[in-house]
């Protein structure tokens, strides 16, 4: 990341996290320990990683809303219009899902597939994408930022 100057970091770590959230799933959170290790500060680092993942996310999103109907997914997805978290469920209790889900440190992409193949608004699911990401990139900045010098403590 240092090579293309300061300038260029947040650029650079946009595209990182876009691309990774994408159906490619590369392992974000190895950018939140590099970040920080290279003096990146937590806020900082969140914002930019939580706008270009929720990018990445809305990719997969974006995959299910408009190939959901066909029957290439049908066929291989046959419950992708009646999966339990999606089914019968209003917009809120699936924005909460969507919101939990991606705050946490677990895979959620397939919920973006069905929130997509489910018709779910795009600027909603976008910006809970960014509010849930820069949840997870504070709290894994953090750690990473001090967990050595809790443990340094401990020992």
Do not use: C
Request: proline fraction near 6%; glycine fraction near 8%.
């Amino acid at each position: 990341m240092t090579t293309y100057g300061q300038d260029w970091v947040d650029g650079v770590l946009f595209l990182l996290t876009a691309i990774s959230s994408t159906p490619l799933a590369l392992p974000i959170w190895a950018y939140s320990l590099v970040g920080i290790s290279l003096g990146y500060t937590v806020m900082r680092l969140a914002v930019v990683m939580a706008l270009g993942s929720a990018t990445g996310s809305l990719v997969t999103f974006l995959l299910g809303k408009y190939f959901g109907e066909t029957a290439w997914v049908k066929k291989r997805f046959p419950n992708i219009h009646e999966h339990p978290w999606t089914h019968g469920r209003s917009r809120w209790f699936i924005t909460a899902v969507l919101f939990l889900g991606t705050a946490s440190p677990i895979p959620f992409d397939w919920l973006y597939v069905y929130a997509g193949a489910k018709r779910y608004p795009t600027l909603p699911f976008w910006v809970t994408m960014v509010l849930a990401r820069f949840v997870r990139y504070v709290y894994l900045g953090l750690g990473f930022k001090y967990a050595p010098e809790v443990f340094d403590k401990l020992i």
